[in-house]
């Protein structure tokens, strides 16, 4: 239930920003969900794409946000102990910037290199928006959020 109800938080941020051209918190969340619950981070990104296309339908960027919130929780994961509000900010603006190729990646086997480079490119203004946003709000956040997640995790546990 309550893996369901952080996926849902994931898709009302989503929505809630959406006249905001690539500014989001679903990384920031994503980051803080993996480094809380570990593994079972993979629930509530189900929660999440299965969400987002019942709300927007079913295209491409379902197969990409598969794997591309997966990436991100991998790397998540596998930087958990990292102290620092600046490394949170440069992996989460680093994913901002890669978000656009690797959303991109699905139109290799369709239409090879040049769809997928034409594809990259076109949106490659856009990433840098993505990284910058993802930057700031995961600098001024990741740590409050963690804390607050890890905190009332451990209440609940009681």
Known sequence: MLFALLGAILVGLQVAMAALP?????????????????????YILCVFVVLEMLIWGAGTW????????????VLAWTLRKMDSRLGWAILSGGFGLAFGALCALVYLPVGGFRMFAVTWVAGIPFDVLHCVSNF??????????????ERLWEQAAQ
């Open 136 to 149: 700031v709000i995961a600098f001024f956040l990741f740590a409050p959020c963690r804390r607050l997640l």
């Open 62 to 73: 379902v197969i990409s946000y598969l794997y591309v919130w997966a990436v991100l929780a």
């Open 22 to 42: 690539n500014v989001e918190a679903v990384s920031l969340l994503v980051m803080v969900y993996t480094v809380v619950f570990g593994g079972a981070v993979a």
